[in-house]
């Protein structure tokens, strides 16, 4: 008698208690917690650097393509182009000569950039934290994560061409940006800075100046939200040299 309440009394000492039971669970589903979240950050910097090297590559592209031409910057292109464009050898735009000067495929033959169904994989043009596709319901429009800074050499009937060496501070003047808006060029001078992204690369967006460096900024330093429109006045970030 006295051995069956000792093995009795072993067996049972062994058994979980809900409480504990519940603190397993409990340290269980931290763990995956900060495990989801190292994940998530890694992820997030993968990213960042991705895009980084994405406008690092323009940037280079520009000097060169400056190189080759007498220093002057390559011509900016339409914001929306069609594909009467895009299909007519002599049309001339910085999504065009940019990626010649690279040896890249042409943008035209690229198959996501009218087909929102079609993942861009790992592209010069795509910043993967963007998750923003081409219109379903269109066939016609392309797609651009990034785009230009069209007030560098003017607008309208006063836009012009450009040497690059003639422009001051150039580490500062934005040259391509993360875009929250459809067009390949900006050019709207009333509103300049108004189609930077406000929430990507940790509620920001990276930049490429005409030096060719690349640079994150908080949105809070290019966007009023309480204006909701572009900052302006940051020297850091200069729109209209």
Not at 104 to 111: A, E, F, K, T
Request: proline share 7%.
């Amino acid at each position: 008698m006295v051995i069956r309440c000792r093995a009795n009394s072993m067996r049972a000492s062994r058994a979980f208690t809900l409480v504990e039971l519940l603190v397993a669970i409990g340290v269980i589903a931290i763990l995956a917690a900060l495990v989801l979240s190292a994940f998530s950050r890694t992820r997030v910097t993968s990213q960042a650097i991705s895009c980084r090297n994405n406008l690092r590559q323009w940037g280079t592209a520009l000097h060169l393509f400056a190189a080759d031409h007498d220093d002057y910057l390559p011509p900016e292109g339409k914001p929306t182009p069609l594909d009467t464009d895009l299909n007519n050898p002599t049309y001339q735009a910085w999504y065009i000569q940019l990626p010649e000067q690279m040896n890249l495929p042409r943008y035209r033959d690229m198959p996501w950039r009218t087909n929102w169904a079609i993942h861009p994989e790992n592209s010069i043009w795509i910043c993967p934290a963007n998750s923003r596709r081409c219109n379903a319901s269109s066939l016609t429009n392309n797609l651009f994560h990034y785009c230009l800074n069209g007030l560098i050499d003017g607008s309208g009937t006063s836009d012009h061409p450009m040497p690059l060496a003639s422009i001051r501070n150039s580490s500062c003047v934005v040259y391509l940006f993360d875009s929250k808006n459809l067009p390949a060029v900006h050019c709207d001078d009333n509103h300049p800075g108004n189609f930077v992204h406000t929430n990507l690369h940790n509620h920001g967006a990276q930049f490429v100046f005409l030096d060719g460096h690349v640079a994150r900024f908080g949105n809070k330093e290019y966007w009023n939200f309480t204006a909701n429109k572009g900052i302006t006045n940051n020297p850091e970030l200069v729109w209209i040299p």
